[in-house]
Antibody, heavy 119, light 110 residues
Framework: QVQLVESGGGVVQPGRSLRLSCVAS????????MNWVRQAPGKGLVWVAV????????YYADSVKGRFTISRDNSKNTVHLQVNSPRPEDTAVYYC????????????WGQGTPVTVSS | QSALTQPASVSGSPGQSITISCTGT?????????VSWYQQLPGKAPKLMIY???KRPSGVSNRFSGSRSGNTASLTISGLQAEDEADYYC??????????FGGGTKVTVL
Protein backbone atom coordinates (compact mmCIF):
# COMPACT_ATOMS: atom_id res chain seq x y z
CA GLN A 1 0.00 0.00 0.00
CA VAL A 2 1.06 3.57 -0.59
CA GLN A 3 2.92 5.12 2.32
CA LEU A 4 4.49 8.52 2.76
CA VAL A 5 6.56 9.12 5.89
CA GLU A 6 7.86 12.59 6.69
CA SER A 7 10.70 13.44 9.04
CA GLY A 8 13.03 16.29 9.92
CA GLY A 9 10.65 18.62 11.69
CA GLY A 10 11.36 20.27 15.00
CA VAL A 11 12.14 23.61 16.59
CA VAL A 12 14.35 25.93 14.54
CA GLN A 13 15.50 29.46 15.23
CA PRO A 14 14.59 32.21 12.79
CA GLY A 15 17.25 32.45 10.09
CA ARG A 16 18.52 28.90 10.62
CA SER A 17 17.93 26.10 8.12
CA LEU A 18 16.01 22.86 8.24
CA ARG A 19 15.57 20.01 5.80
CA LEU A 20 12.40 17.99 5.71
CA SER A 21 12.29 14.55 4.09
CA CYS A 22 9.53 12.28 2.87
CA VAL A 23 10.17 8.62 2.09
CA ALA A 24 7.67 6.95 -0.24
CA SER A 25 6.79 3.29 -0.66
CA UNK A 26 4.14 1.14 -2.31
CA UNK A 27 4.19 2.80 -5.72
CA UNK A 28 6.57 3.69 -8.56
CA UNK A 29 7.88 6.92 -7.05
CA UNK A 30 9.72 8.07 -10.16
CA UNK A 31 6.48 8.43 -12.14
CA UNK A 32 4.67 10.87 -9.83
CA UNK A 33 4.97 14.55 -9.06
CA MET A 34 5.35 15.23 -5.34
CA ASN A 35 4.15 18.16 -3.26
CA TRP A 36 4.55 19.79 0.14
CA VAL A 37 1.48 21.28 1.80
CA ARG A 38 1.52 22.99 5.19
CA GLN A 39 -0.98 23.80 7.91
CA ALA A 40 -0.32 26.40 10.58
CA PRO A 41 -1.78 25.68 14.03
CA GLY A 42 -5.57 26.01 13.89
CA LYS A 43 -5.45 27.20 10.28
CA GLY A 44 -6.17 25.80 6.83
CA LEU A 45 -4.12 23.95 4.25
CA VAL A 46 -1.67 25.89 2.10
CA TRP A 47 0.13 24.42 -0.90
CA VAL A 48 3.89 25.08 -0.68
CA ALA A 49 5.73 23.47 -3.58
CA VAL A 50 5.69 20.78 -6.27
CA UNK A 51 8.42 18.89 -8.09
CA UNK A 52 7.89 17.00 -11.33
CA UNK A 53 8.31 13.24 -11.55
CA UNK A 54 11.86 13.51 -12.85
CA UNK A 55 12.92 16.53 -10.79
CA UNK A 56 13.31 18.78 -13.81
CA UNK A 57 10.68 21.31 -12.76
CA UNK A 58 9.87 22.91 -9.41
CA TYR A 59 7.21 25.46 -8.55
CA TYR A 60 6.57 27.36 -5.34
CA ALA A 61 3.96 29.43 -3.56
CA ASP A 62 4.88 33.12 -3.52
CA SER A 63 5.17 33.03 0.28
CA VAL A 64 8.17 30.65 0.16
CA LYS A 65 9.75 31.41 -3.21
CA GLY A 66 13.44 32.12 -2.86
CA ARG A 67 13.62 30.62 0.67
CA PHE A 68 12.45 27.01 0.24
CA THR A 69 13.82 24.43 -2.20
CA ILE A 70 12.11 21.18 -3.16
CA SER A 71 14.21 18.32 -4.50
CA ARG A 72 13.96 14.58 -4.98
CA ASP A 73 16.13 11.47 -5.16
CA ASN A 74 14.33 8.85 -7.21
CA SER A 75 16.96 6.24 -6.35
CA LYS A 76 15.92 6.58 -2.68
CA ASN A 77 12.20 7.25 -3.19
CA THR A 78 12.63 10.47 -1.25
CA VAL A 79 11.51 14.08 -1.65
CA HIS A 80 13.04 16.89 0.39
CA LEU A 81 12.08 20.41 1.37
CA GLN A 82 14.99 22.65 2.29
CA VAL A 83 13.71 25.42 4.54
CA ASN A 84 16.10 28.39 4.57
CA SER A 85 15.71 31.64 6.49
CA PRO A 86 12.58 30.41 8.28
CA ARG A 87 10.21 32.93 9.78
CA PRO A 88 7.76 32.52 12.66
CA GLU A 89 4.93 32.42 10.10
CA ASP A 90 6.45 29.24 8.64
CA THR A 91 5.44 27.41 11.82
CA ALA A 92 3.18 24.60 10.66
CA VAL A 93 2.72 20.90 10.13
CA TYR A 94 4.29 20.05 6.79
CA TYR A 95 2.65 17.30 4.75
CA CYS A 96 4.12 15.43 1.84
CA UNK A 97 1.46 14.57 -0.77
CA UNK A 98 1.52 12.61 -4.01
CA UNK A 99 0.34 14.47 -7.09
CA UNK A 100 -2.21 12.42 -9.04
CA UNK A 101 -3.77 12.56 -12.47
CA UNK A 102 -2.63 15.80 -14.00
CA UNK A 103 -0.62 16.32 -10.83
CA UNK A 104 -2.90 19.00 -9.43
CA UNK A 105 -4.73 16.96 -6.85
CA UNK A 106 -3.33 14.91 -3.99
CA UNK A 107 -4.39 11.31 -3.59
CA UNK A 108 -2.08 10.21 -0.78
CA TRP A 109 -0.73 12.18 2.17
CA GLY A 110 1.83 11.54 4.86
CA GLN A 111 1.09 12.03 8.54
CA GLY A 112 2.96 15.33 8.61
CA THR A 113 6.02 16.64 10.42
CA PRO A 114 5.71 19.71 12.70
CA VAL A 115 8.02 22.68 12.35
CA THR A 116 8.17 25.44 14.94
CA VAL A 117 10.16 28.57 14.18
CA SER A 118 11.03 30.27 17.43
CA SER A 119 13.98 31.84 19.16
CA GLN B 1 -2.28 33.82 -4.98
CA SER B 2 -5.41 34.39 -2.89
CA ALA B 3 -7.10 31.52 -1.12
CA LEU B 4 -10.46 30.28 -2.36
CA THR B 5 -13.47 31.35 -0.25
CA GLN B 6 -15.41 28.82 1.79
CA PRO B 7 -17.95 29.32 4.58
CA ALA B 8 -16.37 28.86 7.99
CA SER B 9 -19.00 26.39 9.12
CA VAL B 10 -21.97 24.38 7.91
CA SER B 11 -24.20 22.19 10.02
CA GLY B 12 -26.99 19.71 9.52
CA SER B 13 -28.94 16.95 11.20
CA PRO B 14 -28.33 13.29 10.54
CA GLY B 15 -29.89 12.21 7.26
CA GLN B 16 -30.02 15.73 5.85
CA SER B 17 -28.04 17.03 2.89
CA ILE B 18 -25.61 19.92 3.16
CA THR B 19 -23.65 21.83 0.54
CA ILE B 20 -20.31 23.57 0.98
CA SER B 21 -19.45 26.30 -1.50
CA CYS B 22 -16.00 27.23 -2.76
CA THR B 23 -15.70 30.53 -4.60
CA GLY B 24 -12.73 31.39 -6.72
CA THR B 25 -12.19 33.49 -9.82
CA UNK B 26 -12.14 33.12 -13.58
CA UNK B 27 -8.40 32.42 -13.24
CA UNK B 28 -8.78 29.30 -11.14
CA UNK B 29 -12.11 27.57 -10.39
CA UNK B 30 -13.76 29.11 -13.44
CA UNK B 31 -10.99 28.20 -15.86
CA UNK B 32 -10.01 24.65 -15.00
CA UNK B 33 -11.98 21.47 -14.31
CA UNK B 34 -9.36 20.70 -11.68
CA VAL B 35 -11.19 21.26 -8.42
CA SER B 36 -10.67 18.75 -5.64
CA TRP B 37 -12.07 18.36 -2.13
CA TYR B 38 -10.43 16.99 1.03
CA GLN B 39 -11.79 15.79 4.35
CA GLN B 40 -9.66 16.28 7.45
CA LEU B 41 -10.59 14.59 10.69
CA PRO B 42 -9.16 16.10 13.90
CA GLY B 43 -5.45 15.39 14.22
CA LYS B 44 -5.33 13.46 10.94
CA ALA B 45 -3.94 14.03 7.46
CA PRO B 46 -6.33 15.20 4.75
CA LYS B 47 -8.14 12.62 2.61
CA LEU B 48 -9.09 13.09 -1.04
CA MET B 49 -12.89 12.98 -1.46
CA ILE B 50 -13.52 14.50 -4.91
CA TYR B 51 -11.21 15.28 -7.84
CA UNK B 52 -11.66 16.94 -11.22
CA UNK B 53 -14.82 18.68 -9.95
CA UNK B 54 -17.06 15.63 -9.59
CA LYS B 55 -15.10 12.37 -9.67
CA ARG B 56 -14.95 10.14 -6.61
CA PRO B 57 -11.87 8.07 -5.76
CA SER B 58 -12.39 4.39 -5.15
CA GLY B 59 -13.63 3.80 -1.61
CA VAL B 60 -15.27 7.18 -1.09
CA SER B 61 -18.98 6.99 -0.32
CA ASN B 62 -21.37 8.02 -3.07
CA ARG B 63 -23.01 10.31 -0.49
CA PHE B 64 -20.28 12.77 -1.47
CA SER B 65 -20.69 14.62 -4.75
CA GLY B 66 -19.10 17.63 -6.41
CA SER B 67 -20.19 20.19 -8.96
CA ARG B 68 -19.22 23.57 -10.37
CA SER B 69 -21.04 26.57 -11.77
CA GLY B 70 -18.99 29.45 -13.05
CA ASN B 71 -16.39 30.44 -10.48
CA THR B 72 -18.01 28.47 -7.65
CA ALA B 73 -17.53 24.80 -6.88
CA SER B 74 -19.66 22.87 -4.42
CA LEU B 75 -19.42 19.74 -2.32
CA THR B 76 -22.68 18.09 -1.31
CA ILE B 77 -22.93 15.51 1.44
CA SER B 78 -26.22 13.65 1.36
CA GLY B 79 -27.58 11.44 4.13
CA LEU B 80 -25.37 13.24 6.66
CA GLN B 81 -23.81 10.93 9.25
CA ALA B 82 -21.98 11.57 12.51
CA GLU B 83 -18.75 10.29 10.94
CA ASP B 84 -18.90 13.12 8.38
CA GLU B 85 -18.11 15.68 11.08
CA ALA B 86 -14.77 17.10 9.96
CA ASP B 87 -13.08 20.00 8.22
CA TYR B 88 -13.45 20.12 4.44
CA TYR B 89 -11.13 21.95 2.04
CA CYS B 90 -11.56 22.75 -1.62
CA UNK B 91 -8.58 23.09 -3.92
CA UNK B 92 -8.15 24.36 -7.45
CA UNK B 93 -5.46 24.59 -10.06
CA UNK B 94 -4.71 28.24 -10.81
CA UNK B 95 -2.40 27.98 -13.79
CA UNK B 96 1.41 28.09 -13.99
CA UNK B 97 1.63 24.97 -11.80
CA UNK B 98 0.13 26.85 -8.82
CA UNK B 99 -2.52 25.27 -6.60
CA UNK B 100 -4.85 27.14 -4.24
CA PHE B 101 -6.77 25.83 -1.23
CA GLY B 102 -9.86 27.25 0.35
CA GLY B 103 -9.85 28.36 3.95
CA GLY B 104 -11.76 25.28 5.08
CA THR B 105 -15.27 24.58 6.33
CA LYS B 106 -16.09 22.91 9.62
CA VAL B 107 -19.03 20.53 9.22
CA THR B 108 -21.02 19.86 12.36
CA VAL B 109 -23.60 17.11 12.65
CA LEU B 110 -26.30 18.29 15.06
Amino acid sequence: QVQLVESGGGVVQPGRSLRLSCVASGFTFSTYAMNWVRQAPGKGLVWVAVISYDGSNQYYADSVKGRFTISRDNSKNTVHLQVNSPRPEDTAVYYCARGAGTGVYFDYWGQGTPVTVSS
Amino acid sequence: QSALTQPASVSGSPGQSITISCTGTSSDVGSYSLVSWYQQLPGKAPKLMIYEVSKRPSGVSNRFSGSRSGNTASLTISGLQAEDEADYYCCSYAGSSIVLFGGGTKVTVL
